[in-house]
C-alpha cells in the first residue's frame, strides 16, 4: 500500500484548488506514467499572487522571530513527514528511498538554523555630524521557481528565505516532479497563514507567466541558463529583483600527493551522488599524470561496484537519469565522446531496462573540444583529464562560461587553500566537493548564477535595504 494519498491539489490561499486540465507524471525508473499532477491556468496564477498580496501586508508586520517559529514549525512537518512523502519523491524523482528521506530531514535541519540568523537592521556610523542606520524590509511578493534534481531541497530553501525575512511567496515546481511540492503546499496548510505560501503545478508556461506578472517583485530561480536568461529578460520588464542559480562545470583538480583510495571515494561520490544531476556536481576530473592510471582505476572500480537500479529497491545507491530529455542528452554526450576516441573506464551504455538507467560512466582521453569537457552533462558522466603542470590544470578549470564551484585535493592543506582561491567559482573546496551549509553563501560566479542563497548575505536578497540618515542623538560626541 501506499504510504501517500494520490490526491495532488495547489494551494491557494491556504486551500485545496485543483484545475479542470492536469498532465501525467512519468516513473523514470518505469518509464510509465504513474499520476495525473493539476495544471495551473493563467487566472489561478492571478488568484496566488493576490492571495500572497493579501497576505503580505500582515505577514511583513509579523515580527522576524515570530516568523522563524512558523518556519521551524514548517521544518517540524517536514521532518514527521518525511517517511510518509518519501516514496512519492522517489516515484517521481527517480533517487533511492534514503535518499529521498534524507532530502526532506535536511531540508528541515537547514531551516531551523537559516531561520535563525539575525535580519535585522545596522547602525553604520553615530556620532559626528549625522546618524546613519540600515534597515532592511521584505519586497512583497517572491515567485519561486524549481528544477527536478531536489525538488524538496530547492523548494524548501526558497520557501524559508522568502518567508522568514517577511515576503509571501507563489511557488511553481518542474512539470517533471511537482507532486511531492504539491504536498509541501498541503503541509503548510495547517501551519502558516493563509496565502503566506502558495503552490501551484504547470508547465514551462507558468513559470513564464510568473516572471513576467506585474504582481510578483521578485523570482527566485533554479534551474538551466537558457531558462535563467529568459526569467531575467521577462523581469526586466517590471525591474523585478532576481535571484539565479543556474548550472555548472564544476573541476576537481587532484595534485599526486593525495591518498589514491580515500580521494577517489569522495570523488567519485562528489561526481556521481544523485545520478550526477546537481549543479555542483564534478563534472571535470583533473588528476595530475604521475597518478592518472591508478586514480582512473580506483573511480572505475568504485563505478563498477556501485548498484544501480529502481530507487525502491533495498541497495540501490544510484537511481535512473529523471526524464527522457536529460537521458538522450547523456546519451548523445557519451556518443560523441566515443567518437573522439575516448576510453570508457566504466559504464558507456545504458542499461537494458525500461527505465532512463545510466551506470557511472568515466571516460579518459578527452580534452578541450570535446563536448562532455565543454557542456554540463548533469548525469552520471564524467570526463577524466590528464595534466602535467598544475598552472595548467587551473587554467583549463577556468576556462568555461561557468563558475559554480570547483575543489583542489591534496594533502598539502596550505597549497590547497592557495589554489582553491584561483578558482574562478563561487565556492572552492580542498579535500570535499558539494556539501551545503546554511551559515555560507552560496551563488554561482560567471554564467552559473547571480545573487546568493544561504547565510544573511543569501537572506538580504529576499530584502530591500533602506538607508535612514538624520542628525545625531543629542548625547553623541560633536563633530570636529
Ligand atoms: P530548466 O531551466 O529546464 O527548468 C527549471 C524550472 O524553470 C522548471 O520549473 C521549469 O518549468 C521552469 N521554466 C521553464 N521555462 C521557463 C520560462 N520560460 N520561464 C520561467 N520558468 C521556466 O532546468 P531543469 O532541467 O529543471 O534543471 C536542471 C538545471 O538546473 C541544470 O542546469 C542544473 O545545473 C541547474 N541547477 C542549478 C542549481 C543551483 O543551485 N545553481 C541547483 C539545481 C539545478
Same mark, same amino acid.
Request: avoid cysteine.
Given at each position: 500500500m501506499r504510504a501517500f494519498t494520490m490526491e495532488f491539489t495547489h494551494t491557494i490561499n491556504g486551500l485545496a484548488v485543483s484545475s479542470e486540465g492536469d498532465f501525467e507524471v512519468i516513473d523514470p525508473a518505469t518509464a510509465r506514467g504513474f499520476a495525473r499532477c493539476p495544471d495551473a491556468t493563467r487566472e489561478q496564477l492571478d488568484q496566488a499572487v493576490a492571495a500572497a498580496r493579501r497576505a503580505f501586508g500582515q505577514w511583513r508586520r509579523t515580527p522576524a522571530a515570530e516568523r522563524g517559529e512558523y518556519v521551524r514549525a514548517f521544518a517540524a512537518a517536514l521532518r514527521a513527514s518525511a517517511t510518509r512523502l518519501a516514496p512519492l519523491l522517489t516515484q517521481e524523482q527517480g533517487k533511492p528511498l534514503a535518499a529521498a528521506t534524507s532530502e526532506f530531514l535536511r531540508s528541515a535541519d537547514h531551516i531551523d538554523v537559516l531561520s535563525t540568523i539575525d535580519i535585522g537592521g545596522e547602525l553604520l556610523r553615530s556620532g559626528g555630524r549625522d546618524k546613519v542606520e540600515l534597515h532592511y524590509r521584505p519586497l512583497g511578493v517572491v515567485g519561486a521557481i524549481t528544477p527536478w534534481n531536489f525538488p524538496v531541497v530547492l523548494a524548501v530553501w526558497k520557501i524559508a528565505h522568502a518567508i522568514y525575512t517577511g515576503n509571501t511567496v507563489v511557488l511553481k515546481p518542474s512539470p517533471y516532479t511537482p507532486l511531492t511540492t504539491l504536498k509541501l503546499g498541503e503541509l503548510a496548510r495547517g501551519i502558516l497563514p493563509p496565502g503566506v505560501l502558495n503552490v501551484l503545478a504547470g508547465g514551462n508556461d507558468l513559470g513564464a507567466w510568473m516572471s513576467e506578472? =506585474? #504582481?510578483?517583485?521578485?523570482i527566485s530561480f533554479t534551474g538551466s541558463g537558457p531558462t535563467g536568461k529568459k526569467v531575467l529578460r521577462s523581469a526586466s520588464s517590471s525591474l523585478k529583483r532576481v535571484t539565479l542559480e543556474l548550472g555548472g562545470n564544476d573541476a576537481a583538480i587532484v595534485l599526486p600527493d593525495v591518498d589514491i583510495p580515500k580521494a577517489a571515494q569522495d570523488i567519485f561520490w562528489g561526481a556521481f551522488n544523485n545520478s550526477g544531476q546537481i549543479c555542483k556536481a564534478i563534472k571535470r576530473i583533473y588528476v595530475h599524470e604521475d597518478i592518472y592510471a591508478p586514480m582512473g582505476n580506483a573511480l572505475a572500480a568504485i563505478a563498477r561496484a556501485t548498484k544501480v537500479g529502481? #530507487?525502491?529497491? =533495498?541497495?540501490?545507491?544510484l537511481g535512473p537519469v529523471q526524464n527522457r530529455a536529460q537521458f538522450d542528452i547523456v546519451n548523445a554526450l557519451i556518443d560523441d565522446a566515443r567518437r573522439q576516441g575516448g576510453e570508457f573506464l566504466s559504464g558507456g551504455e545504458p542499461l537494458p531496462? !525500461? #527505465?532512463y538507467f545510466i551506470p557511472p560512466t568515466i571516460v579518459s582521453g578527452l580534452g578541450k573540444g570535446s563536448r562532455l569537457v565543454e557542456e554540463e552533462p548533469f548525469g552520471p558522466v564524467v570526463p577524466l583529464i590528464r595534466y602535467v603542470s598544475v598552472d595548467d590544470a587551473l587554467d583549463q578549470a577556468n576556462d568555461t562560461a561557468f563558475g559554480l564551484s570547483g575543489s583542489i585535493w591534496t594533502v598539502d592543506i596550505e597549497q590547497g587553500r592557495a589554489l582553491a582561491a584561483r578558482l574562478e567559482v563561487g565556492t572552492a573546496w580542498v579535500n570535499q566537493h558539494g556539501g551545503s551549509d546554511p551559515h555560507l553563501p552560496f551563488g554561482g560566479a560567471k554564467a552559473s548564477g547571480m545573487g546568493h542563497e544561504n547565510a544573511l548575505l543569501g537572506l538580504r536578497d529576499y530584502m530591500q535595504l533602506s538607508v535612514v540618515q538624520s542628525p !545625531?542623538?543629542?548625547s553623541a560626541p560633536a563633530a570636529k
Open positions: 506578472h =506585474p #504582481g510578483i517583485d521578485k529502481s #530507487g525502491m529497491e =533495498p541497495g540501490v545507491q531496462l !525500461p #527505465g !545625531p542623538d543629542p
